[in-house]
C-alpha cells in the first residue's frame, strides 16, 4: 500500500514542471452532457488532445504565454477563447459548445479526425444517438443491435435475432456494457429486440477485435454502451409510439447533477394474440433505464446507473385462471454507481462498482397454490477502478484493476421439496498500458498487458497487447494490433436453433483449459476528403480450447462440453461518409471461420463469406423530410442438412410398435442457405406543433418482399417421398409510427 | 474501361458464387434393424430395413436379410415374416443378466452386429393389480440393477389404442431422492390427464413398466427429439438391439384436485431436502 503511495506521489508531481498545464471538461450547451472525444487544440503549439468519455481532457507541457484554444465536436459549432498558460500552474478551463446549424456540416468531421491523429483505435467502431437511429426500424423499434449489425465484420443469422456475430466469433465472446454493467442476455422476443432505449442512449462503442487491456475476459469484442447523462439545464420529455411498444423519456436538471429516466413496454404482442383469439397465453416485455449524475465538486463527480428489462410469457386456463397458469419469465437488471474523479490534474481516474443479474423463472400454479418453481440466476458483482496518468499530451499511462465474482444459481422446488445447484467464479485482473506519440503525427504506439486470474482452476491468463499506429501522411495510417485473449465464462446452449430465449452461461469446468484466442490484426485508415473516411482492416483470429456443444443437441452439459481449436480470417472495408446531403456507409466484410473437433473440420453456421452492408441518409431531402435506405447483402450460411432418412421403430409397453420416420444428418454445417438480401426504407419528418417537436415516421422493411430462407423442414409427401419446405424470414413490413419531444 | 469493368464483374460474381456451393454429401445406405428382448416373450421378432437418401421412396418390403441372435444357451435364426418383419421360429427364452448377441447380414449392405444385457428383474410395491390411486398417489418399484431407465405407460382400458400416457424415467442418481433399491414417482400429478372428474367413479387403466438396457433406453429417448445425435450401440448399421423386463398391472384412477391435497399440506410441516447447498 506504500508503494502504491509513492507511485501516486510522484505521478501527481512529475507533471508539473517548469511549464504549464491546461485541463478541463467539454460539455454540451444545451444539456450540459459531456461530450466524448470532442478535439481540443492550442494553436500555434502542435499540442493537443480528445476528451475521454466523461469530456475531460489535460494538455501538459505547455510553455507559459498567451494562446488560442480550439474546441470543436461532431454537430456542434467551434469553440475558441483565448487563454494564458504560466508557469508551473494549472489552467482549469469548463467548455460549453452550441449545437451547430445543418450548414456547418463540415465540422462534424473534426472530433473523429482528431481521433485519428491521437488514438491507436484499430477494429473501433463508434456511433452516436443520432447514427444509431437512422437506419430503418424494425416494427418502428430502433435496436442498436440491429445497427450495430451494419458495421463491417458484424454479421447476424436472421430478421429474427439480434445476435452480434463479430469476425467470426459467437456471440457469447462478446461482451456487452452498459455503463459499467455486464449485460449477459441483451435480447427481449426470442432475440428480435435488445433492452436498451436506442434514444437514451449517448454512445455505442464496438471493439471488433484487438481491444485495449482494460477489457478483458470475453474472445471477440467489446460492446460499449453509454447512457446518456440527462439534461442538465432544463427539463425535457419524449414520448413515442409505434406498433410494437410504446416508450417515454424524461430528464432534467437536479441539484448539482442531472437525471435521465426512460421506459419501454410492448403491446403488439397483446394485440396479436387477441386478434388471432389465442385465449390463455400472453406475452410483453419491458426496459427501463435510468442515469442520475451528482458533481461532488469540481474533481468528482458520482453516477449512477440503472437497468431493468424482462420478457413474460404466461398461459393459463381461459376458463379457470386462477386453477391453472404458467408464467415464464427472464430479464437483466443491473445497477452501477461510477466516480469520477480528477486526482490531479495529470491523474484521472474512475471507480465503478457494478451488480448485474440475468434472472430466469418458470411457475406452475395450480389454484392458490405454487406447486412447480424453477429459478436460475446469473450475478455479477464487479469492482473497476481504470485510472489515466497524462505524462504530457502524447504520452498516457493507464492502469487498473477489474474484480468480478459471478455466482450461477438454480433452484427447483416442487411440491414439499426443492434442490439447489450453485457455482462461482472469480476473475480477477489488473492491466497497465501505455500510450505514447513515439515521433510526432507519425508513430503511436499502445503496448499493454492484462493479468488475469480465475479461481476456477486456479487459472493465472497473462494477456500481453500491442496497438501500433503509423502516418504515411497526414491522411493516412497504418494500423496493426496483436493481443491475447481469455474467457472463463461460456454459454451451454447451442446457436443454431433460429429462436432462442434465453443463454445459459457457465464458468469454465476446472478441468478444462480456458478458451484464448490471438488476434493478428492490420489495415489502413485513409481520410478521402474531409468527411470520408475509408478503413480497410485484414485480420487473423486463432482460437484455442474452444468449448462447443455436441452437434444436435441444444444443450450440452459442462462434462460433455467439446473442445474445438479453429481460426476466423476476413478483410473489411468501411467508407463512411459523415455529412453532406447524402451520408451514411458502405460496409464490405469477407470472411472465413472454422472449428475443428477431433478429426471433424467444419465451418459454423455464422460463417457468411461476404456481407455487404448500404446505408444511405438524404437529411431534409423534401420538404424538410430524411429519407433513409439500407441494403444488406450476404452470401448463404451454412446450415447442417440431412442426407438421408430411415424407418424408426419404437415398441411402446403394451402396444404395438409404432414406426417413425428419422433423418439421417449430414456433416454439420455443410450446407449453404441461398444468398440474403433485404432492402429497409425510412421516412420520417419533423415539424413544430406548438411547444413539441413531433415526428412522424414511416419504415418498411424488406421493400421488395425478398424470400430469405430462414430455415427448411422436410416432411413426406403422400407419394413417400421426403419433401423440403421453407420458411421465410420477415417480408414486407410497413410501420407507422409518431414522436413527440418538448 | 469496359474489359476492365466486365473483367471485374465476372471476378465479383466468381466471388459470390464460388463458395456458395453446397457440397455432395456421401451417402452409403446400411442396414436398419429393429429387435427388443423381453423376459416372458415367447419368440423373438425384428424388423430390417435400410436407410434411403432423400430422392429415393421408402420400399416397406425388405426379404433378403440374414438374422441370428445367440447367448450362452444357444443360437436362433430368423425367418423372413412377411414386409421387413423377421421371427424367431422357436422360442426363445430371454432371462435376466443374460448377454445376448446379433447379428444381421445382407448381401448388398455392411453385417451389423450388436450386444444387450438382459436388466435384473424388479417388482411393483406400489400401486399393486386392482388398486385404485390417483394423482397424489406415489409409485414405488425395486431398482432394476442393470437397467438404464424406465419406459412408464398409463393405458385407458376403454381407450387403449387412441389415449395414452408414457414418461421415460431414469435410473440414475441425479433424482433427490434416490434410493439404491426402490424407485419413486412422489406424486404422479401427471395422472390428471387420464383422471375423471372427482366425483366420478375411478377409471380403470393398465400400467405397464419396463425396464430398460442401455440400448434400448437410449434409442427410446432418441425417438423423442430431446437429446442429439443417437448412440444406436450397433456397429455396421442403424437401429437398435435391446432388452427389457416387463411388469403390468391393471390399476384404477380416481378423481382428485391437486387442490384438496394441497390444503392438506398447509397443516403438516413440509420436509425439505437439500443438495449442494
Redesign the interface.
Known amino acids: 500500500m506504500r508503494h502504491l503511495c509513492l507511485f501516486t506521489i510522484f505521478l501527481v508531481s512529475s507533471g508539473l514542471a517548469r511549464t504549464g498545464a491546461v485541463n478541463g471538461f467539454v460539455r454540451d450547451a444545451t444539456s450540459g452532457e459531456p461530450l466524448v472525444y470532442a478535439n481540443v487544440e492550442i494553436k500555434g503549439t502542435g499540442l493537443g488532445a480528445t476528451t475521454n468519455p466523461k469530456g475531460y481532457f489535460y494538455l501538459g507541457d505547455v510553455s507559459p504565454g498567451t494562446y488560442q484554444i480550439e474546441v470543436s465536436y461532431i454537430g456542434f459549432a467551434p469553440h475558441s477563447e483565448k487563454i494564458t498558460v504560466s508557469e508551473d500552474r494549472l489552467t482549469s478551463l469548463s467548455i460549453e459548445l452550441k449545437p451547430a446549424p445543418v450548414e456547418l456540416g463540415e465540422v462534424r468531421v473534426t472530433a473523429e479526425r482528431a481521433r485519428f491523429e491521437r488514438e491507436v483505435e484499430i477494429s473501433t467502431k463508434r456511433m452516436d444517438t443520432k447514427q444509431l437511429v437512422l437506419v430503418p426500424k424494425l416494427g418502428g423499434e430502433v435496436d442498436i443491435f440491429r445497427t450495430v449489425q451494419l458495421l463491417p465484420g458484424v454479421i447476424t443469422v436472421s430478421d429474427f435475432s439480434n445476435k452480434l456475430y463479430i469476425r467470426g466469433g459467437s456471440p457469447d465472446q462478446n461482451l456487452i456494457l452498459l455503463d459499467g454493467i455486464t449485460v449477459y442476455n441483451p435480447s427481449h422476443l426470442f432475440g428480435i429486440f435488445s433492452p436498451f432505449v436506442p434514444e437514451a442512449v449517448a454512445d455505442v462503442t464496438l471493439l471488433a477485435g484487438g481491444f485495449p487491456a482494460q477489457f478483458g475476459s470475453r474472445l471477440s469484442s467489446v460492446l460499449d454502451v453509454t447512457t446518456r447523462e440527462g439534461n442538465s439545464k432544463r427539463y425535457t420529455g419524449e414520448g413515442s409510439v409505434s406498433m410494437v411498444a410504446a416508450k417515454a423519456i424524461a430528464e432534467g436538471p437536479i441539484p448539482k447533477g442531472s437525471i435521465l429516466f426512460a421506459a419501454r413496454r410492448t403491446y403488439l404482442p397483446d394485440i396479436l394474440l387477441t386478434l388471432f383469439s389465442a385465449e390463455g397465453l400472453g406475452y410483453y416485455f419491458y426496459d427501463l433505464m435510468g442515469k442520475a449524475n451528482y458533481g461532488i465538486n469540481e474533481n468528482h463527480r458520482l453516477s449512477f446507473a440503472g437497468l431493468g428489462a424482462e420478457d413474460v410469457l404466461s398461459f393459463w386456463d381461459p376458463e379457470q385462471p386462477d386453477?391453472f397458469n404458467v408464467r415464464m419469465s427472464w430479464g437483466n437488471r443491473g445497477i452501477s454507481t461510477r466516480l469520477n474523479s480528477i486526482f490531479s490534474p495529470v491523474l484521472y481516474g474512475e471507480i465503478i462498482a457494478a451488480w448485474s443479474n440475468f434472472f430466469s423463472g418458470f411457475r406452475v400454479k395450480?389454484?392458490?397454490?405454487d406447486?412447480f418453481q424453477m429459478k436460475g440466476d446469473l450475478t455479477n458483482y464487479n469492482l473497476k477502478g481504470n485510472f489515466t496518468y497524462y505524462l504530457h499530451d502524447r504520452h498516457t499511462i493507464g492502469f487498473g484493476l477489474d474484480l468480478q465474482a459471478n455466482r450461477m444459481g438454480l433452484r427447483v422446488d416442487f411440491?414439499?421439496?426443492?434442490?439447489?445447484?450453485?457455482d462461482t467464479l472469480y476473475p480477477l485482473a489488473a492491466y497497465l498500458e501505455d500510450k505514447w506519440e513515439i515521433i510526432p503525427k507519425k508513430l503511436i504506439l499502445r503496448p499493454g498487458l492484462r493479468l488475469a486470474w480465475y479461481s476456477k482452476g486456479n487459472n493465472f491468463e497473462p494477456e500481453p497487447r500491442l496497438g501500433v499506429k503509423f502516418f504515411l501522411g497526414k491522411n493516412t495510417a497504418l494500423n496493426a494490433a496483436v493481443g491475447r485473449f481469455t474467457q472463463p465464462l461460456i454459454t451451454l446452449n447451442s446457436t443454431d436453433p433460429v429462436f432462442s430465449i434465453y443463454d445459459v452461461w457457465v464458468p469454465v469446468p476446472k478441468n478444462r483449459s480456458i478458451p484464448s484466442a490471438i488476434h493478428y490484426i492490420a489495415g489502413v485508415e485513409h481520410w478521402l476528403k474531409e468527411n470520408i473516411l475509408i478503413q480497410v482492416e485484414g485480420y487473423y483470429k486463432d482460437y484455442n480450447h474452444l468449448l462447443e456443444t455436441?452437434?444436435?443437441?441444444f444443450f450440452?452439459a459442462p462434462d460433455s462440453l467439446l473442445t474445438a481449436e479453429g481460426f476466423s480470417s476476413g478483410a473489411e472495408l468501411l467508407i463512411r461518409k459523415n455529412s453532406g446531403k447524402v451520408n451514411g456507409w458502405l460496409a464490405y466484410s469477407y470472411m472465413w471461420t472454422k472449428r475443428s473437433i477431433n478429426s471433424e473440420s467444419y465451418h459454423p453456421h455464422y460463417d457468411r463469406?461476404?456481407n455487404i452492408n448500404l446505408v444511405l441518409n438524404f437529411p431534409a431531402l423534401l420538404l424538410g423530410a430524411d429519407l433513409t435506405f439500407r441494403w444488406t447483402l450476404g452470401?448463404?450460411l451454412p446450415y447442417s442438412?440431412?442426407?438421408?432418412?430411415?424407418?424408426?421403430?419404437?415398441?411402446?409397453?403394451?402396444?404395438k410398435?409404432e414406426m417413425?420416420w428419422?433423418f439421417?444428418?449430414?456433416?454439420r454445417d455443410?450446407?449453404?442457405y441461398?444468398?440474403y438480401h433485404r432492402l429497409d426504407a425510412g421516412f420520417s419528418k419533423t415539424s413544430k406543433v406548438g411547444k413539441f417537436d413531433v415526428s412522424i415516421f414511416l419504415d418498411v422493411i424488406n421493400l421488395y418482399n425478398a424470400r430469405n430462407v430462414l430455415l427448411y423442414y422436410?416432411e413426406f409427401n403422400p407419394?413417400?417421398?421426403?419433401q423440403?419446405h421453407q420458411i421465410n424470414m420477415i417480408p414486407i413490413l410497413p410501420t407507422l409510427g409518431i414522436k413527440a419531444r418538448f | 474501361m469496359q474489359v476492365k469493368l466486365l473483367r471485374l464483374a465476372h471476378f465479383a460474381l466468381f466471388?459470390?458464387s464460388a463458395?456458395?456451393?453446397?457440397?455432395d454429401?456421401?451417402?452409403a445406405?446400411?442396414l436398419?434393424v429393429?429387435s427388443?428382448l423381453r423376459t416372458g416373450e415367447n419368440r423373438a421378432r425384428a424388423?430390417v430395413?435400410?436407410?434411403?437418401?432423400?430422392?429415393e421412396?421408402?420400399d416397406s418390403l425388405f426379404p433378403d436379410a440374414r438374422l441370428k441372435i445367440t447367448s450362452h444357451i444357444g443360437e436362433w435364426q430368423f425367418v423372413y415374416d412377411g414386409g421387413?418383419s423377421y421371427i424367431t421360429p422357436e422360442p426363445v427364452p430371454v432371462e435376466n443378466r443374460d448377454t445376448w448377441f446379433l447379428v444381421v447380414s445382407h448381401p448388398d449392405f455392411d453385417t451389423v452386429t450388436g450386444r444387450t444385457i438382459v436388466p435384473q428383474p424388479y417388482e411393483i410395491i406400489f400401486p399393486r393389480a386392482g388398486d385404485t390411486i390417483s394423482v397424489n398417489d406415489s409409485m414405488v418399484w425395486t431398482r432394476s440393477q442393470d437397467a438404464k431407465g424406465y419406459?412408464?405407460?398409463f393405458?385407458q382400458v376403454q381407450d387403449?389404442?387412441t389415449f395414452?400416457l408414457?414418461a421415460i424415467i431414469p435410473n440414475d442418481s441425479f433424482d433427490?431422492?434416490y434410493d439404491s433399491l426402490l424407485v419413486r414417482i412422489?406424486?404422479m400429478?401427471f395422472l390428471f390427464l387420464v383422471a375423471p372428474p372427482p366425483d366420478s367413479p375411478p377409471k380403470p387403466c393398465?400400467l405397464?413398466?419396463?425396464a430398460l438396457d442401455t440400448n434400448y433406453y437410449d434409442?427410446?429417448l432418441g425417438?423423442t427429439g430431446l437429446?442429439?445425435?443417437d448412440s444406436m450401440h450397433l456397429s455396421g448399421g442403424?437401429?437398435v438391439f435391446g432388452s427389457a423386463v416387463?411388469n403390468?398391472l391393471p390399476i384404477f384412477v380416481r378423481g382428485d384436485t391437486?387442490?384438496q391435497r394441497?390444503r392438506l399440506?398447509?397443516k403438516r410441516s413440509?420436509?425439505?431436502?437439500?443438495?449442494?447447498?
Open positions: 386453477a395450480f389454484e392458490e397454490s406447486d411440491d414439499t421439496t426443492y434442490f439447489a445447484v450453485a455436441r452437434y444436435g443437441e450440452t463469406r461476404h452470401t448463404g442438412g440431412l442426407a438421408g432418412y430411415y424407418p424408426r421403430v419404437v415398441e411402446r409397453p403394451g402396444g410398435a417413425q428419422d439421417i444428418d449430414g456433416a455443410a450446407f449453404r441461398p444468398a422436410w407419394d413417400g417421398f421426403p423440403r | 466471388l459470390f463458395c456458395e456451393l453446397t457440397p454429401q456421401p451417402f445406405p446400411q436398419v429393429h427388443l424388423r430395413n435400410r436407410s434411403y437418401k432423400l430422392s421412396k421408402y421387413d419406459y412408464l405407460s393405458r387403449i389404442d395414452y408414457d433427490i431422492t412422489p406424486k400429478f393398465t405397464w413398466v419396463w434409442w427410446v425417438a437429446t442429439g445425435k442403424l437401429g416387463e403390468f391437486l387442490s394441497l399440506q398447509e413440509k420436509p425439505v431436502y437439500r443438495l449442494n447447498r
